[in-house]
């Protein structure tokens, strides 16, 4: 099969990146960025590995360090002259710069966010490396649809005289996010655009597969930003697209089976996506007799979440299903505390010393690994430092002291780590796993207990699990104007119970009750989100629902802020 490698050198996106060329149907591995070149293709360039592996091209991931700090990683420089194709981005041209002479600088502003570049310097019909390959590069900026750039539209001559590239003026919405910049291009390499401000935005070098890209195609933000990746992984690398997510099962399985040999696993399963899909492949992978799988009922649950758990579950085929109640522990526990970060520590380790109790009560040995179902934007947001990522919020899945013990005894399993939410549930319904639990909204580890602003006691917990019954019910039954149901429609929806009373009437009587804010975004990945335009009437309607129905809540607000600068949860 063939691969594309990316050299990991330490941006928030780098995962997302390969995943994107993934998403093309091109096997990707992300990898240190000073991994050796000849561990990147041990039987040398052009060749297939033992697995029969065939590495087509390199790209550069971004990184939060300057070239010109002593920090900044450097690849092998035999990379630059193995023939193999390369795309550095954002840091990776700047990388490619420094390592070629060309000088990089800090600029008095960064640019970031979308920032259109220009391309108007000599089209690729130039005489570069080779004519054609840079073509089929630029056709990714082109009309081209995604469709025909796989299909191989872009091969053959003269594609690079088609449409907007050639015409020697074009340009595009790029996503930026950098503070340094290209100030002299190599010796050797040509500019082909540039940003508004006048940052180099496109470099290729003359005569070898080089290619510097100062945006990133892979995020959300950039237009034509996978047409792009495609220009490079099928135009300019050839590659051949295998990739399959039954290839993917198969492999996260035998990693699984390998690393976990004989022993027991034990999953704390919290009702979500990510959880329940990585008991499916527990459950897949091994015996499902020595998967335990642990649902603990924290009395944060949303409504009658423990029932259709639990029904899940058995049918996932579960052996060993320990369901716990565990509610007046919980509540004990956080009696009091009203920090949101102070919460979800107590919820985190709480969770942890239940797991322990009982997985001694159980009888589980020592040994027994502990599976997660971490997903990649868990783990950058909680800053986890290999990835360089800064703490937003300490998720209690991947913050907690007690999983970083088992983590550095080498006992935590976490087969999603690498995945995007969207990946998660394609994988799942490749589980086979019913529309009812791969369709349902992310809900977070703490659960209610960070839905509720301030301290959660018993009677916040349910008042809001009932309007927030009432809100999902509606959003299941509601269509949107693309006929779509709104819960189908909608990334993510819950309701917040805010610290706040405020005065209303009933009857004629004046009365003191509670403030909801509703909240609904759209997402792809969690990392940036926004608000979902509801009609006015559907908004109105779920209002007017939830205060007659929940008598403890008297006003109902809906939340207009994006992510950023919003967090999507309110604590
Ligand atoms: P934020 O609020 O950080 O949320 O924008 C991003 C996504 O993550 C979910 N979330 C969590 N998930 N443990 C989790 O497992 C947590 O502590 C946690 N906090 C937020 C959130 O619901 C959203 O989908």
Same mark, same amino acid.
């Given at each position: 099969?063939?691969?594309?490698?990316?050299?990991? *050198?330490?941006?928030?996106?780098?995962?997302?990146?390969?995943?994107?060329?993934?998403?093309?149907?091109?096997?990707?591995?992300?990898?240190?960025?000073?991994?050796?070149?000849?561990?990147?293709?041990?039987?040398?360039?052009?060749?297939?590995?033992?697995?029969?592996?065939?590495?087509?091209?390199?790209?550069?991931?971004?990184?939060?360090?300057?070239?010109?700090?002593?920090?900044?990683? &450097?690849?092998?420089?035999?990379?630059?002259?193995?023939?193999?194709?390369?795309?550095?981005?954002?840091?990776?041209?700047?990388?490619?710069?420094?390592?070629?002479?060309?000088?990089?600088?800090?600029?008095?502003?960064?640019?970031?966010?979308?920032?259109?570049?220009?391309?108007?310097?000599?089209?690729?019909?130039?005489?570069?490396?080779?004519?054609?390959?840079?073509?089929?590069?630029?056709?990714?900026?082109?009309?081209?649809?995604?469709?025909?750039?796989?299909?191989?539209?872009?091969?053959?001559?003269?594609?690079?005289?088609?449409?907007?590239?050639?015409?020697?003026?074009?340009?595009?919405?790029?996503?930026?996010?950098?503070?340094?910049?290209?100030?002299?291009?190599?010796?050797?390499?040509?500019?082909?655009? !540039?940003?508004?401000?006048?940052?180099?935005?496109?470099?290729?070098?003359?005569?070898?597969?080089?290619?510097?890209?100062?945006?990133?195609?892979?995020?959300?933000?950039?237009?034509?930003?996978?047409?792009?990746?495609?220009?490079? #992984?099928?135009?300019?690398?050839?590659?051949?697209?295998?990739?399959?997510?039954?290839?993917?099962?198969?492999?996260?399985?035998?990693?699984?089976?390998?690393?976990?040999?004989?022993?027991? &696993?034990?999953?704390?399963?919290?009702?979500?996506?990510?959880?329940?899909?990585?008991?499916?492949?527990?459950?897949?992978?091994?015996?499902?007799?020595?998967?335990?799988?642990?649902?603990?009922?924290?009395?944060?649950?949303?409504?009658?979440?423990?029932?259709?758990?639990?029904?899940?579950?058995?049918?996932?085929?579960?052996?060993?299903?320990?369901?716990?109640?565990?509610?007046? !522990?919980?509540?004990?526990?956080?009696?009091?505390? #009203?920090?949101?970060?102070?919460?979800?520590?107590?919820?985190?380790?709480?969770?942890?010393?239940?797991?322990?109790?009982?997985?001694?009560?159980?009888?589980?040995?020592?040994?027994?690994?502990?599976?997660?179902?971490?997903?990649?934007?868990?783990?950058?947001?909680?800053?986890?430092? !290999?990835?360089?990522?800064?703490?937003?919020?300490?998720?209690?899945?991947?913050?907690?002291?007690?999983?970083?013990?088992?983590?550095?005894?080498?006992?935590?399993?976490?087969?999603?780590?690498?995945?995007?939410?969207?990946?998660?549930?394609?994988?799942?319904? *490749?589980?086979?796993?019913?529309?009812?639990?791969?369709?349902?909204?992310?809900?977070?580890?703490?659960?209610?207990?960070?839905?509720?602003?301030?301290?959660?006691?018993?009677?916040?917990?349910?008042?809001?699990?009932?309007?927030?019954?009432? *809100?999902?019910?509606?959003?299941?039954?509601?269509?949107?104007?693309?006929?779509?149901?709104?819960?189908?429609?909608?990334?993510?929806?819950?309701?917040?119970?805010?610290?706040?009373?405020?005065?209303?009437?009933?009857?004629?009587?004046?009365?003191?009750?509670?403030?909801?804010?509703?909240?609904?975004?759209?997402?792809?990945?969690?990392?940036?989100?926004?608000?979902?335009?509801?009609?006015?009437?559907?908004?109105?309607?779920?209002?007017?629902?939830?205060?007659?129905?929940?008598?403890?809540?008297?006003?109902?607000?809906?939340?207009?802020?994006?992510?950023?600068?919003?967090?999507?949860?309110?604590?």
């Amino acid at each position: 099969m063939d691969k594309i490698i990316i050299l990991d *050198f330490g941006s928030r996106l780098t995962a997302l990146l390969g995943r994107r060329v993934r998403e093309l149907g091109v096997y990707s591995e992300v990898i240190p960025g000073t991994t050796p070149l000849a561990a990147i293709v041990p039987g040398g360039p052009n060749r297939p590995d033992s697995k029969g592996d065939m590495v087509r091209g390199i790209i550069f991931s971004g990184s939060p360090e300057s070239v010109n700090s002593k920090n900044g990683p &450097v690849p092998d420089q035999k990379i630059y002259d193995c023939g193999l194709p390369i795309l550095g981005i954002c840091y990776g041209i700047q990388r490619i710069t420094a390592d070629h002479g060309g000088q990089v600088a800090a600029m008095p502003q960064r640019e970031e966010g979308r920032v259109e570049v220009k391309g108007k310097f000599p089209a690729p019909a130039d005489p570069v490396f080779d004519r054609e390959k840079v073509g089929r590069f630029f056709t990714g900026f082109d009309n081209y649809s995604l469709d025909q750039i796989k299909k191989g539209a872009v091969r053959g001559a003269g594609a690079s005289a088609n449409g907007v590239c050639a015409a020697g003026e074009w340009s595009f919405i790029s996503y930026m996010a950098h503070g340094d910049k290209v100030e002299r291009i190599p010796k050797g390499f040509r500019q082909y655009a !540039e940003s508004v401000s006048g940052c180099p935005s496109v470099i290729v070098h003359e005569t070898k597969p080089i290619i510097g890209l100062q945006f990133h195609p892979e995020a959300a933000g950039c237009d034509r930003g996978l047409e792009i990746l495609a220009g490079f #992984v099928f135009g300019v690398c050839q590659s051949a697209p295998g990739w399959t997510m039954e290839q993917y099962v198969n492999e996260i399985c035998s990693s699984l089976a390998k690393k976990v040999g004989k022993e027991p &696993v034990l999953l704390l399963i919290s009702g979500g996506v990510d959880s329940t899909v990585t008991g499916a492949l527990l459950l897949k992978a091994l015996n499902p007799d020595q998967v335990h799988l642990m649902y603990m009922d924290t009395g944060l649950m949303r409504k009658d979440e423990t029932k259709s758990v639990k029904e899940t579950l058995e049918r996932l085929g579960a052996r060993h299903l320990h369901i716990l109640n565990c509610e007046n !522990e919980f509540l004990a526990a956080l009696k009091g505390a #009203v920090d949101p970060e102070a919460k979800r520590k107590i919820i985190g380790d709480l969770y942890i010393t239940i797991q322990e109790r009982e997985t001694a009560r159980i009888g589980l040995p020592e040994t027994t690994f502990m599976a997660q179902g971490t997903i990649y934007p868990d783990i950058i947001e909680s800053g986890r430092a !290999e990835l360089n990522g800064a703490l937003v919020k300490s998720h209690h899945n991947v913050g907690s002291p007690l999983v970083d013990a088992k983590r550095r005894a080498g006992r935590v399993v976490e087969p999603l780590e690498k995945l995007y939410k969207d990946e998660v549930r394609i994988l799942g319904s *490749f589980l086979g796993l019913g529309k009812d639990v791969i369709g349902r909204h992310p809900f977070p580890g703490p659960g209610l207990g960070v839905r509720i602003l301030g301290e959660v006691t018993k009677e916040k917990c349910d008042i809001l699990r009932e309007a927030d019954a009432i *809100f999902i019910n509606e959003l299941k039954k509601r269509k949107a104007k693309s006929g779509k149901f709104l819960y189908d429609e909608i990334w993510q929806a819950f309701a917040v119970l805010l610290p706040i009373k405020s005065v209303g009437v009933e009857g004629s009587k004046r009365v003191y009750t509670h403030v909801l804010a509703l909240r609904a975004i759209n997402s792809t990945d969690a990392m940036t989100a926004e608000v979902y335009p509801f009609e006015t009437k559907d908004l109105l309607e779920i209002s007017r629902l939830i205060t007659a129905n929940v008598k403890e809540i008297g006003r109902v607000a809906y939340d207009i802020s994006n992510k950023p600068p919003a967090t999507i949860e309110w604590e």
